[in-house]
T-cell receptor, first 112, second 115 residues
Framework: AQSVTQLGSHVSVSEGALVLLRCNYSSSVPPYLFWYVQYPNQGLQLLLKYTSAATLVKGINGFEAEFKKSETSFHLTKPSAHMSDAAEYFCAVSWSGGKLTFGQGTILTVHP | AAGVIQSPRHLIKEKRETATLKCYPIPRHDTVYWYQQGPGQDPQFLISFYEKMQSDKGSIPDRFSAQQFSDYHSELNMSSLELGDSALYFC??????????????FGPGTRLTVL
């Protein structure tokens, strides 16, 4: 079955440090890929998406992600973490042109 | 910019009662999706509608039904509620342009608590 895996349910970084959140998908056909952020008791906000254009995708709030077909990965990065980045991050994919399949989520903690 | 609107934001029901959740998509969006997010879980797809017709169905219990109306708003009807139905229910909308996947924009969710 097609699936999405986020490695690490919790990631903790210092303010100003690099943020790296990992996402791998299982499929021989590159899907559409998304990263969403969820703050406590709020909805899902789109950070960025990959739809077969440039492999390096830039999103909001300084985040970017690189699509690597050979590794079936779409990791999310940010060069310098800010306290306001603390939230839960979901990688999501769509294969069939519609519904999203989400990874398990990664909770990012940023400490001073 | 207009966003997806969901109502109510919070709902408390007793077991075996019925609940109706409403979703108002972004203007001119033609597709609506419903997702269920249990405590500490990732969102799970329930059902979707394109141009008022059901387009896809996920792990939605038979006790649940949904529809999309002529003004494109959608309602999720849940009957014989169980404790396990307590969750955050998200609606998302998109514009299915040219048959390709477009971005889904999510509403703030309805938090359903079943006592």
């Amino acid at each position: 079955a097609q699936s999405v895996t986020q490695l690490g349910s919790h990631v903790s970084v210092s303010e100003g440090a690099l943020v790296l959140l990992r996402c791998n998908y299982s499929s021989s056909v590159p899907p559409y890929l998304f990263w969403y952020v969820q703050y406590p008791n709020q909805g899902l906000q789109l950070l960025l998406k990959y739809t077969s254009a440039a492999t390096l995708v830039k999103g909001i709030n300084g985040f970017e992600a690189e699509f690597k077909k050979s590794e079936t990965s779409f990791h999310l990065t940010k060069p310098s973490a800010h306290m306001s980045d603390a939230a839960e991050y979901f990688c999501a994919v769509s294969w069939s042109g519609g519904k999203l399949t989400f990874g398990q989520g990664t909770i990012l903690t940023v400490h001073p | 910019a207009a966003g997806v609107i969901q109502s109510p934001r919070h709902l408390i029901k007793e077991k075996r009662e019925t609940a109706t959740l409403k979703c108002y998509p972004i203007p001119r969006h033609d597709t609506v999706y419903w997702y269920q997010q249990g405590p500490g879980q990732d969102p799970q797809f329930l059902i979707s509608f394109y141009e008022k017709m059901q387009s896809d169905k996920g792990s939605i219990p038979d006790r649940f039904s949904a529809q999309q109306f002529s003004d494109y708003h959608s309602e999720l009807n849940m009957s014989s509620l169980e404790l396990g139905d307590s969750a955050l229910y998200f609606c998302a909308s998109s514009l299915l342009a040219g048959g390709q996947t477009d971005t889904q924009y999510f509403g703030p969710g309805t938090r359903l608590t079943v006592l």
